[in-house]
């Protein structure tokens, strides 16, 4: 679940910054979201190597996997596709832009004489908008595809261990039977 409230965050801060909006998402908000995912999806590594799925290396099972979810899983994760491919695409344009008292700049390199060189290079505000836009869906699309992948491996692990506990016929280790009054 945190995975996905990440995501969203990540989402709509890559949303917020598409072409016909060109809304500025604000730092404070896409970078915190971006190391909480890193560690989400370091968590669902470590909880999907735990079970044997990830460890025998059957990429198709994850692909069963998939197609057992519910229906309105799936699409959530469609959705969260298109939108992550479609922020990623428009992202080509990233340049890390400046703004400073001298006016709007981004570092272009150029081969010369002496080998490769930063020069500074001018750019008007429509400009730097555009390439800020694309860097910032460029910061929030790839921590995004990172909490996709992490939620799914999360469920595709623990449905990994419910069959597992089920193939050994009984409750799973560690678990007490439950007593009825």
Excluded at 79 to 108: E, N, P
């Amino acid at each position: 679940m945190a995975a996905w409230i990440l995501c969203g965050v990540e989402l709509l801060c890559l949303a917020a910054t598409a072409p016909p909006l060109r809304w500025a998402a604000p730092v404070w908000l896409w970078a915190p979201a971006l190391g909480a995912i890193l560690l989400i999806f370091i968590a669902a590594l470590a909880r999907s190597w735990s079970v044997p799925l990830l460890r025998r290396g059957r990429s198709p099972e994850l692909l069963r996997y998939l197609w057992l979810l519910p229906r309105s899983v799936r699409l959530c994760y469609a959705v969260a596709a298109c939108l992550i491919a479609v922020g990623l695409a428009t992202g080509g344009d990233a340049a890390q832009v400046r703004k400073d008292d001298s006016g709007y700049s981004w570092m272009k390199r150029e081969v010369g004489e002496h080998g490769r060189t930063l020069v500074r290079t001018e750019i008007s505000r429509a400009e730097y908008d555009r390439r800020r836009g694309a860097e910032v869906r460029i910061f929030t699309g790839v921590p995004a595809v990172f909490a996709v992948l992490g939620s799914f491996l999360v469920l595709a692990s623990a449905a990994a261990a419910s069959g597992a506990a089920d193939a050994e016929g009984g409750p799973r280790r560690g678990s007490r039977p439950r007593r009825r009054r």
